[in-house]
Every structure is written in C-alpha cells, then in structure tokens.
Nanobody, 122 residues
Framework: QVQLVESGGGSEQAGGSLRLSCAVSHLTISDYGLGWFRRAPGGQRDFIAAITDDGSATYYGDSWKGRFSISRDNAKNTFYLQMNSVKPEDTGRYHC???????????????WGQGTQVTVTS
C-alpha cells in the first residue's frame, strides 16, 4: 500500500524557517510528479509547490513564490518543502502528494499524505 508520510511541522515564529519532509513507501518517486498543498483553517486547499518527475521544473503558488522551495531526493524516496520567511497566514495543515501527470496547479494527484500541522505565530 502506497504511503506518504509528512514530518517537520510545528510552531514557528513569523520570519523563521521550517523544513517539511515527505517520506514515500511502496512507490518509486522518480516516476512521479510531486507536490505540496496547504489546507487553511477555513478549509480551502491551496497549491503551494510542485516538482516534475525528473526534477527539471518546479512550480509555485503566488503566495509562496520566492519564500518556499521544493526539492526531491530520489535515492531516499523523499521530497521536501523548505519554508523560509514564514508568515502567520502560512498556518495550516500541509499535505504532500504524488501524481503520474504534470504536477502543476490543477493536476489530479493520485496519492496523498495525512498532513502535518504548521502554525506560524506573530
């Protein structure tokens, strides 16, 4: 059974940094586009970032461009979200996901993790 498990969430002060990890099992991530999403406190799901299967391209939601960075380590079957200069409005539950298709915003993702909570305080 495919599993995506997020880690690295927690509470951080505004302006600080966090690094989220998504460890994947029973799926070879080199065959998949990968993405990060945020479920805001109001329930809306936002596209944060994605990376293609070969790592040649990355995509970011406007609110996170320039502050967050997605990367992957195929050897570890793990991918990451580096979060810098975090803001209180970044608060939410962060989910990682994998897709066989183009991973940019609007894509249909096949597998999802349960999420990790990120809280940014002012």
């Amino acid at each position: 059974q495919v599993q995506l498990v997020e880690s690295g969430g927690g509470s951080e002060q505004a302006g600080g940094s966090l690094r989220l990890s998504c460890a994947v099992s029973h799926l070879t991530i080199s065959d998949y586009g990968l993405g990060w999403f945020r479920r805001a406190p109001g329930g809306q799901r936002d596209f944060i970032a994605a990376i293609t299967d070969d790592g040649s391209a990355t995509y970011y939601g406007d609110s996170w461009k320039g502050r967050f960075s997605i990367s992957r380590d195929n050897a570890k079957n793990t991918f990451y979200l580096q979060m810098n200069s975090v803001k209180p409005e970044d608060t939410g539950r962060y989910h990682c996901a994998a897709t066989r298709s183009d991973p940019r915003a609007g894509a249909l993702y096949d597998y999802w993790g349960q999420g990790t909570q990120v809280t940014v305080t002012s």
